[in-house]
C-alpha cells in the first residue's frame, strides 16, 4: 500500500472520520536507526535507536501534530490558524496551512529562531511576527488571540497535536516488535513526551502482552529547566533555543508520564548538549539539531551517573526531534572550520597529510 501519511495510516486510533479533510505532507513512517558505534563509545551495554524525525517533510516532528490540527481546522472551517514557536512549529504550521489554502500567523520570540526555521515559515507565507520577549510570552498573546477572533491555536495545547504526535510511539513499537525499556527525548514546552506517553498507553493497552511500558527519560535544557527546578524561568537561556522555554503548558501531563512510568525530568547543560551533538553526527552519520541532542546527552549523563547499574539494560530509544540543517550557524561556529587550500595539488595533498 502506498504510505498517504499518519492520519491514513492510523485513522481508527485517530479523533477523524470520513469527512474530515485530510491535509498532509505523507508525514511519520521516519526511521528507527539502530546505532553501531554510540553504545560502546559511551559504555552502555544495551542496545541504542534514534527514532530521527527530522525527517519528517518540514524536518522536525511537529508535522505529526500539525497534519492533525490543521486537517481538523478545516474541518471546523477555520480560515486562520496561529501559533507561539520556537521555530519549528511555526515552519511546520506555515506549511500545512499553504497546503490547506488558510492563513498561518506565527508569533516568535526575536532573534532566537535558528535561521532555516525562519526561512521556512516565510517561505511558505506565514504571516511572522517576532516579538521582543520569549516563547512563554508569545504563547500568552497566541492564546488570547485564539480566545478573541476566529482564529485556531495550533500549539501543543491543541488537544489535536498530541494525538498526531502519539503516532511517532506507535512506529517505535511496530519497528522493534516490542516497546523500548526507556525512552530519551528532549523537554521544552512538553507537549511531546505527554504525547508518546498517551501513544505507548495506546499500544499496551491493545497488546498489553507485546507491548510493554518504557520508563520515560526526559531531559530540559539546563539554564530552561522549569519542571526540573520546580517553577517557572522567567529568563530561560540554552544554545538549543528549540527548547527555551520558561513555563511549559503541559507541565503537569509531562510530570504524569514521568511518574506513571517511573522515568525522569532531569537536566543537561549546554556543553553536555553540544558534545551529544558532535558525537551523533561524527559517529553515527546522524545530524541533528542541538535540542534534539538533549536526549543523547541525557543518555551520556545517565550511563556516567551509574544508572544502568541498578537498572536493567535494554532498549533506549533516543527522539531525534528535528534536522540538524535547520540550524546551521550553530553546526558551523562548534565544528571545526574547513582549511583554506591553495588551487594546486602539491598543497591538498599536503592538506590531507598523505
Ligand atoms: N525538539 C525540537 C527540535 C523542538 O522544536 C521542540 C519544541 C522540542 C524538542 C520540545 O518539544 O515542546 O513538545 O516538549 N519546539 C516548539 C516549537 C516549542 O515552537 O517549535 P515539546
Not at 53 to 81: L, Q, Y
Not at 238 to 263: H, L, M, Q, V
Not at 311 to 323: F, Q
Request: glycine letters at 8%; hydrophobic letters at 40%.
Amino acid at each position: 500500500m502506498i504510505y498517504k501519511g499518519l492520519i491514513e495510516k492510523y485513522r481508527k486510533f485517530l479523533p477523524v472520520s470520513d469527512s474530515t479533510p485530510v491535509i498532509s505532507l505523507n508525514e511519520g513512517n521516519t526511521p528507527l536507526i539502530k546505532a553501531s558505534n554510540l553504545p560502546q563509545q559511551i559504555g552502555f551495554n544495551g542496545e541504542i535507536y534514534f527514532k530521527f524525525e527530522g525527517m519528517n517533510p518540514t524536518g522536525s516532528f511537529k508535522d505529526r501534530g500539525m497534519t492533525m490540527a490543521v486537517s481538523k481546522a478545516v474541518e471546523a472551517e477555520s480560515k486562520v490558524v496561529i501559533c507561539a514557536s520556537t521555530g519549528n512549529t511555526s515552519a511546520s504550521a506555515a506549511a500545512y496551512a499553504a497546503r490547506a489554502g488558510i492563513k498561518c500567523v506565527v508569533l516568535i520570540p526575536e532573534g532566537k529562531i535558528a535561521l532555516g526555521k525562519l526561512s521556512q515559515a516565510v517561505m511558505h507565507k506565514a504571516e511572522v511576527l517576532e516579538i521582543n520577549g520569549n516563547f512563554d510570552d508569545a504563547l500568552n498573546f497566541a492564546k488570547e488571540l485564539s480566545e478573541k477572533y476566529p482564529i485556531t491555536l495550533v500549539n501543543s495545547v491543541n488537544p489535536y497535536r498530541i494525538e498526531g504526535q502519539k503516532t511517532a510511539a506507535y512506529e517505535i513499537c511496530e519497528s522493534l516488535g516490542e516497546a523500548p525499556d526507556y525512552q530519551f527525548m528532549p523537554v521544552g514546552n512538553a507537549g511531546n513526551i505527554t504525547a508518546y506517553w498517551k501513544g505507548y498507553k495506546d499500544y499496551n493497552k491493545a497488546e498489553p502482552s507485546k507491548y510493554a511500558l518504557p520508563k520515560m527519560m526526559g531531559f530540559q535544557a539546563a539554564g530552561s529547566a522549569p519542571i526540573v527546578e520546580g517553577h517557572p524561568i522567567a529568563n530561560p537561556e540554552t544554545i538549543a533555543t528549540a527548547i527555551r522555554i520558561g513555563n511549559p503548558a503541559s507541565w503537569k501531563t509531562a510530570e504524569g508520564a514521568r511518574d506513571e512510568s517511573n522515568g525522569v525530568i532531569d537536566k543537561v547543560t549546554d556543553e553536555e548538549i553540544l558534545e551529544a551533538y558532535r558525537i551523533v553526527a561524527a559517529t553515527e552519520g546522524v545530524f541533528c539539531e542541538t535540542a534534539s541532542a538533549s536526549s543523547i546527552a541525557g543518555l551520556i549523563k545517565y550511563v556516567k551517573q551509574g544508572y544502568f547499574k541498578n537498572n536493567k539494560l535494554g532498549k533506549a530509544v533516543c527522539i531525534l526531534t528535528g534536522h540538524g540543517l535547520k540550524d546551521p550557524d550553530t553546526a558551523v561556529s562548534n565544528a571545526v572550520k574547513p582549511k583554506k587550500v591553495k588551487a594546486n595539488m602539491k598543497d591538498i595533498i599536503d592538506a590531507i597529510g598523505f
